[in-house]
């Protein structure tokens, strides 16, 4: 099983920025499609953004399109999530995860098709 470590959470004003990091271990991190989610206080866990293996495939929410970038380095075991023009409904604790059963393009949306789960890290955006 693939370990997952997000960080690069915290505290930000509406219009900043964050960029988030998930190293991964244990496993050739390459197998791996990646995805992030998100979960506010009271709300259901959210999709927000998927990568495909080789990352030439990526995927949005609606609500982050033209906001959040998500990429990967193979190189270093790593998803990122740079997060511009952050709003107040950002706010939540964010997750990576990663799905080993794909082929090299496919991306993920379902949060029950993924495999493996970070332990979270907290976005806070105030107005």
């Known amino acids: 099983q693939v370990q997952l470590v997000e960080s690069g959470g915290g505290l930000v004003q509406a219009g900043g920025s964050l960029r988030l990091s998930c190293a991964a271990s244990?496993?050739?991190?390459?197998?791996?499609?990646m995805g992030w989610f998100r979960q506010a206080p009271g709300k259901e866990r959210e999709f927000v953004a998927a990568?495909?293996?080789?990352?030439?495939?990526?995927y949005y929410a609606d609500s982050v399109k033209g906001r959040f970038a998500i990429s990967r380095d193979n190189t270093k075991s790593t998803v990122y999530l740079q997060m511009n023009s952050l709003k107040p409904e950002d706010t939540a604790v964010y997750y990576c995860?990663?799905?080993?059963?794909?082929?090299?393009?496919?991306?993920?949306?379902?949060?029950?098709?993924?495999?493996?789960w970070g332990q979270g890290t907290q976005v806070t955006v105030s107005s």
């Open positions: 995860a990663a799905d080993g059963r794909r082929d090299w393009t496919t991306v993920v949306r379902g949060a029950g098709l993924y495999d493996a």
């Open positions: 244990g496993r050739i991190f390459s197998n791996y499609a």
């Open positions: 990568i495909s293996r080789s990352e030439l495939n990526t």
